[in-house]
């Protein structure tokens, strides 16, 4: 079994940046594949970021590559997602996820445990 709770979202100005956070409890965590979804009202939710067991590999939606980046802290039990650059589009409820496995991609059903999601709102 494992928990997430995310934090670190809010409200910022077009260009601005937010740090997330997904604090996670349980024996698997240094063992999954991390990701981050979003979704925005009246949308579906999309894959934004995808972090390997061990920090090694990353993969990113085309549309936040570049402004983010994905990474976690094995002793801290915390992955986090940097988002700078942001824009009136990235307005959404952010979602951290563990995977089943150590590696995973933006298909949530291969995602298990989910968190209760953060709220992003970017002001242009």
């Known amino acids: 079994q494992v928990q997430l709770v995310e934090s670190g979202g809010g409200l910022v100005q077009a260009g601005g940046s937010l740090r997330l956070s997904c604090a996670a409890s349980?024996?698997?965590?240094?063992?999954?594949?991390m990701g981050w979804f979003r979704q925005a009202p009246g949308k579906e939710r999309e894959f934004v970021a995808v972090?390997?067991?061990?920090?090694?590999?990353?993969l990113y939606a085309d549309s936040v590559k570049g402004r983010f980046t994905i990474s976690r802290d094995t002793a801290k039990n915390t992955v986090y997602l940097q988002m700078n650059s942001l824009k009136p589009e990235d307005t959404a409820v952010y979602y951290c996820?563990?995977?089943?496995?150590?590696?995973?991609?933006?298909?949530?059903?291969?995602?298990?445990?989910w968190g209760q999601g953060t709220q992003v709102t970017v002001s242009s």
């Open positions: 996820a563990a995977a089943r496995g150590a590696w995973s991609d933006s298909d949530s059903s291969k995602y298990t445990y």
């Open positions: 349980g024996r698997t965590f240094s063992s999954s594949a």
């Open positions: 972090i390997s067991w061990n920090g090694g590999s990353t």
